[in-house]
């Protein structure tokens, strides 16, 4: 059977203290007993206890943990998937399984939260480890209760990680606008170049849009760096998470407003529909998100 009781700190600080808690939480009965209930009523507790080697009776938090974090370290195998899903659904609720659920999907996530700390240490200067650590964390603590990742299209792990890095770029660039450089002399100057938060920010819309499938292009590019085009990604992807639209809606949209758009005959060939129909099913998503943003009458 496989041992993980044993845990190796993800790195100093913040991280070391939350693989410490981990080890407790291990050895806690009443937190083996849920992580078992869970996995037997998500009826995924057979393929768990393969993959790791185990007896399904004695499936706990680290044999769940091993099916977060396959032995090539990438979280993108269709079981780490539909687990990570099903913790999300959890999560999402008010109690101390919530609780319990998103606690254990950072500790699944912290060998990304130590490269988004890293990345945004070395990126922005002024803060020292613990503190971005600590923004990183309360980051994909909230972006895990939120509700908003277990229905979006793609792989769950990535758009979690997406989204909370989005995050603390906002608040580290809310951070050190009061600290910098007056904001009417700074539109006075040159370069308009946008800064570190305002590039990863446009990152993180463009590699949830593409897992979402809106567009094709795997790497940021031109079309996709306008304000406009970004700003109309995210609108859209924020739009299918609260089911105003559907997912083909989306496309149809995404698809159509660009700088090279697909052809809609094409489109439709992909859809399965035909080209007057895809230009229908375009104006009637395009009615309900702009219906979205009306304010209240």
């Known amino acids: ?17 939350l693989d410490a808690e981990w080890a407790e ?35 706990g938090p680290e044999q769940l943990l091993a099916a977060l974090r396959p032995s090539h370290g990438v979280l993108s195998d269709a079981l780490t998937d539909a687990v990570l899903r099903s913790l999300l659904v959890r999560a999402t609720g008010h109690d101390r399984s919530a ?3 998103a606690r254990i999907i950072v500790q699944a996530m912290l060998p990304a939260a130590v490269r988004m700390t890293r990345g945004q240490v070395r990126g922005t200067g002024g803060r020292t480890w613990d503190d971005v650590g600590h923004i990183v ?15 979006r299209p793609g792989r769950p792990a990535a758009n979690l990680a997406l989204d909370a890095l989005s995050r603390v770029c906002r ?28 590039r990863a920010h446009a990152a993180a819309i463009h590699q949830a849009a593409h897992a979402a499938g809106l567009t094709t292009e795997a790497a940021i590019g031109e079309a996709e760096a306008s304000s406009a085009r970004l700003e109309l990604l995210e609108l859209v992807l924020e739009a299918m998470e609260h089911g105003s639209i559907s997912h083909a809606d989306g496309q149809a949209i995404a698809w159509h407003y660009t700088t090279t758009p697909v052809p809609d005959a094409q489109a439709a060939h992909r859809a399965g529909t035909t080209a007057a129909a895809w230009r229908r099913r375009r104006s009637r998503a395009v009615d309900r998100l702009k219906s979205r943003l009306r304010p209240a009458a």
């Not at 059977?1 to 203290?17: C, K, N, S, V, Y």
Request: charged share 25%; proline share 5%.
């Open 99 to 101: 609780t319990l659920a």
């Open 137 to 151: 964390i309360a980051a994909l603590f909230e972006v895990a209760r939120s509700g908003r990742i277990h229905t």
């Open 25 to 59: 939480l291990c050895e806690d009965a009443s937190v083996r007993a849920a992580v078992a209930d869970w996995l037997m009523t998500d009826h995924l507790a057979d393929e768990v206890a393969a993959v790791t080697d185990s007896w399904v009776r004695a499936l």
């Open 171 to 198: 608040e580290l660039a809310a951070d050190r606008e009061p600290a910098g450089e007056d904001l009417a002399a700074a539109e006075h100057l040159a370069d308009p170049t946008p800064g570190p938060a305002a």
């Open 1 to 17: 059977m496989l041992d993980l009781r044993t845990t190796t700190p993800t790195a100093r600080g913040i991280f070391a203290r």
